[in-house]
């Protein structure tokens, strides 16, 4: 069923819910506790497998590929949502497979999608993990603990702000290691890990990064021409257009008042390029750096505080009633369940116990 080879323990099937057909992984039993794995962007279910095979016993592990990714129907993003359309398949998913209940695991865009999921159903969320997830304000184009836009159009944010050159060698499923700047392989072992890791299913978990939909309507996404620093603004389509904090900005309010609140785990790598106060792939990072000219200053776009946000918003959650831990794990990069599995999945299983 699925394009990409499983590992042994791991079924994989296509399931027809109200919204769409979605492809989704599965391990243990199938009366067992659900435990919902959400993937990151230019990724899949895949990248869970190793970690949806750990759980304890008597656990079901329920992996969907996100539309747009994998082998799920090609739908389009309508990031005038938010994450909402991601939010919305998933709930599908659920009520279609009889899990009125979860557990939920998010990573990185997936971290994003279980903030805006607590927001909308909390629920039916029995515990919440967070692995290297991005701000709650969204991705670019804010410029403080609070989440305050750069600009009013939020420029710097959205479908505008992805690398040409990448997207090129993303469509054309480029395997190669010959652009050290955009080649999809040199990027996934240069950031979604730290280098000198490799994980032991490179060439499947490329697979499952060059699986993603690449298009102006789909990733990244379209954009619009902001008469501001960096001159590109939010389009409406696309899943980097859903991770605009004008989109999804809105979502932290419904997270700091949904009620019941469950606890959540953060779990992130001290050594992250991807979600960081310093994101190598933001633009008041790259401004300041001096890698795009005409950074117009830290008082008017300083680097996203991502991390600060993200503990300032969850400090804020356990001050209303929540509660979250933070683990952070040393020598780690962006995805601490591959890098890290002994000790992301200690916290993990405890959360869950």
């Given at each position: 069923?699925?394009?990409?080879?499983?590992?042994?323990?791991?079924?994989?099937?296509?399931?027809?819910?109200?919204?769409?057909?979605?492809?989704?992984?599965?391990?243990?039993?199938?009366?067992?506790?659900?435990?919902?794995?959400?993937?990151?962007?230019?990724?899949?279910?895949?990248?869970?497998?190793?970690?949806?095979?750990?759980?304890?016993?008597?656990?079901?592990?329920?992996?969907?590929?996100?539309?747009?990714?994998?082998?799920?129907?090609?739908?389009?993003?309508?990031?005038?949502?938010?994450?909402?359309?991601?939010?919305?398949?998933?709930?599908?998913?659920?009520?279609?497979?009889?899990?009125?209940?979860?557990?939920?695991?998010?990573?990185?865009l997936g971290g994003s999608v279980v903030f805006s999921l607590i927001a909308a159903a909390p629920a039916?969320?029995?515990?919440?993990?967070?692995?290297?997830?991005?701000?709650?304000?969204?991705?670019?184009?804010?410029?403080?603990?609070?989440?305050?836009?750069?600009?009013?159009?939020?420029?710097?944010?959205?479908?505008?702000?992805?690398?040409?050159?990448?997207i090129r060698l993303m469509g054309e499923k480029n395997r190669g290691a010959d652009n050290p700047q955009?080649?999809?392989?040199?990027?996934?072992?240069?950031?979604?890990w730290k280098p000198p890791f490799k994980p032991a299913r490179e060439e499947d978990l490329l697979s499952?990064?060059?699986?993603?939909?690449?298009?102006?309507?789909?990733?990244?996404?379209?954009?619009?021409?902001?008469?501001?620093?960096?001159?590109?603004?939010?389009?409406?389509?696309?899943?980097?257009?859903?991770?605009?904090?004008?989109?999804?900005?809105?979502?932290?309010?419904?997270?700091?008042?949904?009620?019941?609140?469950?606890?959540?785990?953060?779990?992130?790598?001290?050594?992250?390029?991807?979600?960081?106060?310093?994101?190598?792939?933001?633009?008041?990072?790259?401004?300041?750096?001096?890698?795009?000219?005409?950074?117009?200053?830290?008082?008017?776009?300083?680097?996203?505080?991502?991390?600060?946000?993200?503990?300032?918003?969850?400090?804020?959650?356990?001050?209303?009633?929540?509660?979250?831990?933070?683990?952070?794990?040393?020598?780690?990069?962006?995805?601490?369940?591959?890098?890290?599995?002994?000790?992301?999945?200690?916290?993990?299983?405890?959360?869950?116990?």
């Amino acid at each position: 069923m699925s394009s990409i080879p499983t590992l042994p323990g791991i079924t994989s099937q296509m399931i027809d819910t109200p919204r769409l057909q979605q492809h989704v992984l599965f391990s243990g039993p199938a009366d067992g506790k659900p435990v919902l794995f959400i993937h990151g962007n230019a990724s899949s279910a895949t990248f869970w497998e190793e970690t949806m095979l750990a759980l304890p016993s008597g656990f079901r592990g329920i992996a969907p590929d996100l539309r747009g990714y994998g082998d799920t129907e090609d739908k389009l993003i309508d990031a005038t949502r938010g994450l909402g359309d991601f939010v919305d398949d998933i709930l599908a998913l659920a009520d279609t497979l009889g899990v009125q209940k979860f557990h939920v695991a998010g990573h990185s865009l997936g971290g994003s999608v279980v903030f805006s999921l607590i927001a909308a159903a909390p629920a039916r969320v029995i515990s919440a993990t967070l692995a290297a997830p991005g701000s709650p304000y969204g991705f670019g184009g804010t410029k403080d603990v609070h989440g305050t836009p750069t600009f009013p159009d939020f420029a710097g944010s959205g479908g505008g702000t992805v690398n040409p050159e990448f997207i090129r060698l993303m469509g054309e499923k480029n395997r190669g290691a010959d652009n050290p700047q955009a080649s999809p392989r040199i990027v996934m072992n240069s950031f979604y890990w730290k280098p000198p890791f490799k994980p032991a299913r490179e060439e499947d978990l490329l697979s499952s990064m060059l699986s993603e939909r690449v298009g102006a309507d789909k990733y990244p996404g379209d954009f619009t021409a902001s008469a501001n620093w960096p001159t590109v603004a939010p389009g409406v389509y696309g899943p980097i257009n859903a991770l605009s904090p004008k989109y999804v900005g809105d979502s932290v309010q419904k997270l700091l008042a949904a009620s019941p609140k469950p606890p959540v785990l953060w779990v992130r790598g001290d050594s992250d390029q991807i979600v960081s106060d310093m994101s190598l792939f933001e633009f008041g990072t790259l401004g300041k750096l001096g890698a795009v000219p005409g950074w117009p200053g830290d008082d008017v776009y300083p680097p996203q505080p991502m991390v600060s946000q993200i503990r300032a918003v969850l400090e804020q959650y356990a001050a209303n009633g929540g509660s979250f831990t933070e683990v952070i794990l040393a020598e780690c990069g962006h995805t601490p369940y591959i890098e890290k599995p002994a000790e992301f999945n200690a916290a993990f299983h405890q959360l869950l116990a």
